[in-house]
């Protein structure tokens, strides 16, 4: 098992920017892929960014691409959600998750399957 812990978020106005990390427990983060959603209010959970086992592919939604970078440090059990660009629509809660996969896995996008996650982390952006 593997439990998540973010942190980064708060308040910023819009066009400011934002690092959220997720640290991970346990000594087998490297089988994990690692995913961001978000959940803004009256809102469903969305897709927002994942990474795979080695941090070699990574997946960005195509709402938040060009501004969110996600990366991830397996030495320090954490992923990272660079987000640039900041906009009022961006304000949600983020969460991180994990998802266990085998080591020849021919996924690449990473978008579902997610079996642990996060608290989870408010960030406003105000206009």
């Known amino acids: 098992q593997v439990q998540l812990v973010e942190s980064g978020g708060g308040l910023v106005q819009a066009g400011g920017s934002l690092r959220l990390s997720c640290a991970a427990s346990?000594?087998?983060?490297?089988?994990?892929?690692m995913g961001w959603f978000r959940q803004a209010p009256g809102k469903e959970r969305e897709f927002v960014a994942a990474?795979?086992?080695?941090?070699?592919?990574?997946n960005i939604a195509g709402s938040v691409k060009g501004r969110y970078t996600i990366s991830r440090d397996n030495a320090k059990n954490t992923v990272y959600l660079e987000m640039n660009g900041l906009k009022p629509e961006d304000t949600a809660v983020y969460y991180c998750?994990?998802?266990?996969?085998?080591?020849?896995?021919?996924?690449?996008?990473?978008?579902?399957?997610?079996?642990?996650w996060g608290q989870g982390t408010q960030v406003t952006v105000s206009s």
């Open positions: 346990g000594r087998t983060f490297s089988t994990y892929a």
């Open positions: 998750a994990a998802k266990s996969v085998p080591y020849y896995t021919t996924e690449t996008t990473y978008t579902g399957g997610y079996g642990y």
């Open positions: 990474i795979s086992r080695s941090g070699g592919i990574t």
